[in-house]
């Protein structure tokens, strides 16, 4: 029903009178994404040998980050914070990165699952610091593929991050967040596609 809501929002069926105005994120992390480097240089396409970069099977590791994202389901922006750990405190940058994005008289309704980092004593303490500003819309249990931003996250999986070689943890954190500035340059909706769900 959120995100019913938000196509009706869109559409502007949702009637002016709405007290508040309510911007939807989808938010979730993708922890242990590999900073790996080449033991040798690649060898460029071979005619009638292959058709692609030669690349050395053995790889060197530098360490991994998390992306911390918010995919705001109106636009298709990625908001996103890249860390070297996905802890409350981690997280609380996110939540704060979001009070600052969005209108102060707005409510920012996030749909999340139940990591710990997201319903901690840290996390609850600073959204109580922030009254009526935050709202929380939990996934089911064992349902984290119904969040949104996993279709975000797949797509960086599948351009920026395939296969990506760098020399540093400091390089692949540039890359990365040079790959969602490209993203938010053309960004895309991510849509529920199917709301003809059987009635019980």
Do not use: C
């Not at 929002?9 to 994404?33: F, L, M, N, Q, W």
């Not at 040798?40 to 099977?57: F, I, M, Q, T, Y």
């Not at 797509?155 to 969602?180: C, N, P, W, Y």
């Amino acid at each position: 029903m959120v995100y019913r809501d938000v196509e009706l929002y869109r559409a502007d069926a949702v009637h002016d009178a709405r007290p508040v105005p309510i911007y939807t994120v989808s938010v979730d992390e993708k922890p242990g994404v590999q900073a790996l480097s080449t033991t040798a240089p690649d060898l460029p396409p071979v005619p009638g040998k292959h058709a692609s970069v030669g690349r050395e099977h053995e790889y060197v590791r530098h360490g991994t980050l998390s992306i911390l994202a918010a995919l705001d389901l109106h636009t298709g922006e990625v908001i996103a914070n890249v860390e070297e750990r996905h802890r409350s405190r981690e997280f609380i940058g996110l939540l704060q990165r979001l009070h600052e994005h969005y209108p102060a008289d707005a409510l920012i309704r996030v749909v999340l699952d139940n990591h710990s980092a997201h319903i901690s004593k840290e996390t609850m303490a600073w959204l109580a610091a922030h009254p009526g500003r935050f709202e929380y819309v939990h996934t089911p249990k064992h349902g984290s593929w119904l969040n949104l931003v996993e279709s975000a996250f797949s797509k960086m999986a599948r351009t920026f991050l395939r296969h990506i070689r760098v020399a540093s943890r400091d390089e692949l954190r540039q890359r990365i967040l040079q790959g969602i500035d490209e993203m938010n340059a053309h960004p895309v909706r991510f849509q529920w596609k199917k709301f003809d769900f059987p009635m019980v």
